[in-house]
């Protein structure tokens, strides 16, 4: 039988989402507990909602050590938002644009009808 007994290394011994510990067994043959660290999560569209493609899940200070073509990507709104909602906000400024347009031309035909 095999004794799993070990001792904490930190002093809280609570449940706690941060203080996740496994058991690992060193070169020695002993059985230690490994404190984990918490799992990233990965960065959400600010429109959508939906997972950020290209960017990792990591915890927020470990972007830090990252450059800068890793914790983005290249394009407009590159690390805030999905490409559809870029494409969408493109789009819908192309076409409210047009419309301006469409609206002054119509405006002035009818200027013209009444001289």
Known sequence: MVN??????????YNTSSNITRVSKTPGGKLRVLHLKKRGTV???????????GIPALRPREY???SKPQR???????GSRCGSC?????VRAFLIEEQKIVKKVLKE??????K
Do not use: F, M, N
């Open 109 to 114: 035909q009818e200027q013209g009808k009444k």
């Open 72 to 78: 983005t990507v290249q394009r407009a709104y590159g």
């Open 64 to 66: 830090a050590t990252l």
């Open 4 to 13: 799993h007994r070990v001792t904490l290394r930190r002093r809280t011994p």
């Open 86 to 90: 870029v494409r969408d906000r493109i």
């Open 43 to 53: 960065p959400k569209c600010g429109d959508c909602g939906s997972k950020l493609s």
